[in-house]
């Protein structure tokens, strides 16, 4: 038990929903959630139930007891224990009752085998008593920790009245109920009864296999519900892409014809032109002819008429000679060829293709049979990092017969058919090739399963033998001081698109800036409340605009600064309402681009628009003690709780989905958690500060692998409190106690 974790703002947690004071009688109702006795009869009188009761918290309906008296409802003895530390500890500003006499004193005492306060008065009588003596007594006012968990471990006495003082030692499988000693003579005869400290043992291992079994419950629901997204997605687009080739097909198709029609249109347009042309010229002699025969008929006409017969013989033979020339000029049928007859003859075969055959098919996806797969990763993986193998797509006769449009799908389980991969990724086809990476998560053997167009591969599924990751220090920088590329506390980190490392420099009051080398750029700010100065610098985060935005935790605000270190704009400020700010701790950027805050003081996660304008607040009251961090990942608001010593994950809407760890030192547990960042492969990175390391979890909690302990050496750490990934992946985190930053891959 950490202690002090616990004494962290104990009030809130000993005070009543409802009435907002310290627990009174505190009972739990079947949902898990606790109110003082009287609220819960006060409440259930004016919410008119009878045989039943309705949560105030979260509306949860459930069963009166058997009694109709909701005092039989279980009694919370841990948090009964907490009230009396409570005391204990504000007994200098407040007082307590005695257990003997009433009277309320700051002077008292605690007995821990009576579990009772004295006052000074009364505690010369109990000590008098000889059955007393050996009965540890401590002055309130001389408590140290260990007395703090003294107290909790304190016996949990029968509630019965007239049971006084008689320990809770066994549980009665008949009526499912802890009893003491006196309850097993008088109220259980002849009923099985357990000692409850191997009940209690023994439904603790069913509960934790339950938890788990339903934690890997939702998981698979969670993958079945993506995947199921992902194949509709991909449907829906497959569907897109194939009625796009289609429509492209028959446009080109549409375009040759329309090309064909067009030459034969303007071959029709040339022969037509052709003939005009000749009839035309045609038409201009005979006009031509037309008018000389005019001239001659005029003349012969005069002559006829006026000539006396002297002149008649004499001119006749004249005549003659031109009108014979006339008679020359008749048309003849040779002015017939002159016009071009053509016609059109369709190409029926062409239409009787187009008009029987199909435009296209669909595409009979390759067969399984006609794949194989070799290369690395067939037999060794190592867990959190890269293995891979190359899948090939043959005919029959052993040709490279590959199509980019086939599915291909790699599935890696572990020997209990658990998803065992953090990561899948299948390139396009090149060449008949698919290049198939994966990255394998637990230890042991993994069975490798790969199918194309749904069916298996001859050489699938395979083992793969998985062998545990480790971080490798690459590199580090800084040392304590004030001087440039020097620390004092350095907390936290960012890195934007061209690798530069931000880090604010705790009590230096500044921000430094250094490229992925470690090589010191320039830093910006100071120590101050004006524009650009700070106070306590801590969270920091690029923004995709090239803003850096940093949590100025002394001055209650979020200073915005340009990539270079110029003052933008400020918002927030000191109080409790929603657009105010009090002990900001850590920053990032959500995918819509919004900034979301860990309001510390205020145990609420805020989110703001890139202006600065409040947006939302996850965080009703009691949900944080301390919320130190916040990320968002797909559909998640993941945040790390400083003092509660775990981790909360909600939806987008704030909506409280589960939690994980717990305060301690051992694999998957943690003391005080810092910083958290989602890799690329949706693996969870957590500074566990406290504990002097980063962990490594699945998004449901899993606990996957540890790297660091205390120390001053490269790859060990002391508080290590923020960390960032470069594009290349290697991790860079802020050792802040030995101030300076690590960079591990």
Known sequence: MDIKTLLHNLREEVSCPVCTNVYTDPKHLPCLHTF??????????????????????????????????????????????????????????????????????????????????????????????????????????????????????????????????????????????????????????????????????????????FIEKQRHNLQAKMNAMRQLDEECATLIQQGEDVKREIQTFVDNLTAVIEANKKNILAEVENETSKSIESI??????????????????????????????????????????????????????????????????????????????????????????????????????????????????????????????????????????????????????????YQVRYCPRDLGKCRVTVKVNGQHIGDSPFTVQVTPFQFKPVLSFGKKGSSEGMFSFPWGVAVNARDEIAVTDHNNHR?????????????????????????????????????????????????????????????????????????????SADSDGNIIVADSGNRLIKIFSLSGNFLMKIGEQGSFITPIHCIQYEGYIIVSDYSEGCIKVFDRKGNFQYKFGKNGGGDGELNCPRSLFVNKSGLLMVCDAGNHRLQVFELNGKFLGKSGTKGGNIGEFNYPTSVAVLRNGQIVVSDSSNNRIQVME
């Open 36 to 209: 003082c006795l009287q609220c819960l009869k006060h409440w259930h009188r004016t919410s008119h139930g009878r045989d039943t009761i309705r949560c105030p918290k979260c509306q949860a309906i459930s069963r009166v007891p058997d009694s109709g008296d909701l005092k039989d409802l279980p009694t919370s003895f841990y948090l009964n224990g907490l009230i009396d530390v409570l005391a204990i500890k504000e007994c200098k500003t407040s007082q307590v009752r005695c257990g003997n006499c009433d009277k309320k004193s700051a002077e008292s005492s605690y007995c821990f085998h009576c579990c009772v306060f004295w006052c000074d008065e009364c505690i010369i009588g109990h000590n008098i008593i000889r059955s007393n003596k050996d009965h540890r007594v401590l002055a309130l006012k001389d408590f140290q920790d260990k007395d703090y968990e003294d107290v909790m471990k304190r016996p949990v006495f029968c509630p019965k009245e007239d049971h006084n003082k008689e320990e809770l030692k066994y549980f009665c499988k008949d009526c499912e109920t802890p009893v003491c000693q006196i309850c097993v003579t008088l109220d259980h005869g002849g009923h099985n009864m357990k000692l409850i400290k191997e009940e209690a043992e023994r439904q603790r291992t069913e509960m934790k296999s």
């Open 280 to 433: 035309t010229r045609r038409k201009t002699e005979i006009e031509r002819q037309m008018t000389a025969i005019k001239s001659s008929l005029e003349k012969a006409e005069k002559l006829y008429t006026r000539s006396t017969n002297a002149e008649i013989v004499q001119l006749k033979k004249s005549l003659d000679v031109i009108f014979k020339k006339v008679d020359q000029m008749e048309p003849t049928n040779r002015d017939l060829d002159l016009v071009a007859h053509f016609f059109f003859v369709e190409n029926q075969k062409l239409f009787v293709t187009v008009k029987s055959e199909d435009i296209g098919t669909l595409k009979k996806p390759t067969k399984a049979s006609q794949c194989v797969i070799e290369g690395k990763g067939l037999q060794e993986g190592i867990a959190l990092r890269e293995a891979h193998f190359t899948l090939t797509t043959k005919d029959t006769e052993g040709r490279q017969c590959y199509d980019e449009r086939d599915h291909v799908t790699v599935e890696i389980r572990d020997e209990q058919g658990r998803e065992c991969t953090s990561e899948i990724q299948i390139n396009d086809c090149k060449d008949g090739l």
């Open 511 to 587: 921000v430094q800036i250094f490229n992925s080398e470690g090589n010191y750029l320039r830093s910006f700010g100071g120590h101050g409340n004006k524009e650009g100065e700070f106070q306590s610098p801590i969270g920091i985060t690029y923004h995709n605009n090239g803003n850096i935005f940093v949590a100025d935790s002394g001055n209650n605000r979020i200073q915005i600064f340009s990539g270079m270190g110029e003052y933008v704009g400020t918002f927030g400020g000191r109080g409790s309402l929603d657009s105010q700010l009090k002990n900001p701790r850590s920053l």
